[in-house]
């Protein structure tokens, strides 16, 4: 009986914890509509606003959500993200949130008011320990309701799995798909192939990148594994969506070793590979091309000033 009452009182608290975040965001939280797009604002008022897009298509599908914007000097990463809340989805859904971490989005630096916020997933819910914790709660809450989790970034060099310069090399993470684990097994005995899947994204990106040396590979991490490289990413927002909620997830990756519409162009290939392979069905998928990108960044600036 009494590991009746534990189990109980443990699924009560459990419970409780999640009726508290939902009220939480849900009071801290507007609905706006545009086009096919459902905007949902939290936190609005504060210099910690998050913008969710949330674009359904009449057909039933899965569901893809993108974060970019946890690191504020990768704009590679937010300024892609941006270019699809205005896409039409056909089949399944597209949530966006481009900007996760806007108080380092707005200094253009990688760490935001609580230091690294891809560093925060592995502290426990409703803990307030951090300035960030209410956005990482956020981040966790939209988790749940997603099938395939992405995190845009933009890094130093190039990824390769041997060691080839100083630029290229294991420790660099530039042009890749980031996996946590090749295969994660599901407690009911199904597996998520994140390698076959981050290989298959992979070859469709890397069919439409002329230049060889900006060919995406593969960057798996083996986060859980006393083996790793990067041991620091047991605390990061895909090996939490990985670990704790069973998500399909990855990392996507362009270099800071090039222009940014180039970069742009990147991040939007592997994007519009990942939606293809998914089985997202979309209309009007952002352009690749790094001169209508570069064209796109010039307008949006003139009607800025
Ligand atoms: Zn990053």
Redesign the pocket.
Known sequence: MANHRRIFILVGIAAACLFFTVIYLVSNHKTYSKQDAQIHRYFGGTNQAVSVYVISGKEKGPTLLVFAG??GD?SG?YLTAERYVDVKVKKGTIIVVPRLNLPAVSRGK?QGLGGDM?RLFHLPENSNSTPDSKVVDLAKYLIKNADYVLNL???EGFYSPQWISHKRNPYKWGQCNVIDAPIFDLPNGDKLELDNLAKRIAARSNSRIANKQFHFQVNNTNTASNKSLHKEQRRSLTYYALYQQHKTTLALESTKNCTLPQAISFLTIAMNSVIMEVGIQAENLPSEDPLVIGREMTGKRSQLF
């Open positions: 946890i690191h990768e990463g990688r891809n970034h933009q890094g």
